[in-house]
């Protein structure tokens, strides 16, 4: 079965951080750009933080940036979304997606966001940032 798996949300306290793993089962991941998105109760989803998958090039939100960092291990077929300093609106369901040798900028901004030429979508894990 080709699947996207999302793991790594809860709850934690503003300023924590977490780890966010998508691992990849029946493809790998090599040629596929990988995005992060989030959608939080009654907002559109946007898109967190992509990464290419030739040239390891990224792009992150601006309200993310300096505070996340996405990375990719092929080896283990899985991609990571370190999320340090988090605030209450970072509030959300995060997906990853795929799309094959997407770039990365079209991917988070317009392509994710409106589920435009996606392969493969995650079913999302659950991010609470609250006191």
């Known amino acids: 079965q080709l699947q996207l798996v999302e793991s790594g949300g809860g709850l934690v306290q503003p300023g924590g951080s977490l780890r966010l793993s998508c691992a990849a089962s029946?493809?790998?991941?090599?040629?596929?750009?990988i995005g992060w998105f989030r959608q939080a109760p009654g907002k559109e989803r946007e898109g967190v933080s992509c990464i290419s998958s030739s040239d390891g090039s990224t792009y992150y939100a601006d309200s993310v940036k300096g505070r996340f960092t996405i990375s990719r291990d092929n080896a283990k077929n899985t991609v990571y979304l370190q999320m340090n300093s988090l605030k209450p609106e970072d509030t959300a369901v995060y997906y990853c997606?795929?799309?094959?040798?997407?770039?990365?900028?079209?991917?988070?901004?317009?392509?994710?966001?409106?589920?435009?030429?996606?392969?493969?979508w995650g079913k999302g894990t659950l991010v609470t940032v609250s006191s």
């Open positions: 997606a795929a799309v094959f040798s997407a770039p990365v900028q079209a991917m988070c901004v317009m392509w994710g966001p409106r589920n435009y030429d996606i392969d493969y």
């Open positions: 029946g493809f790998t991941l090599d040629y596929y750009a």
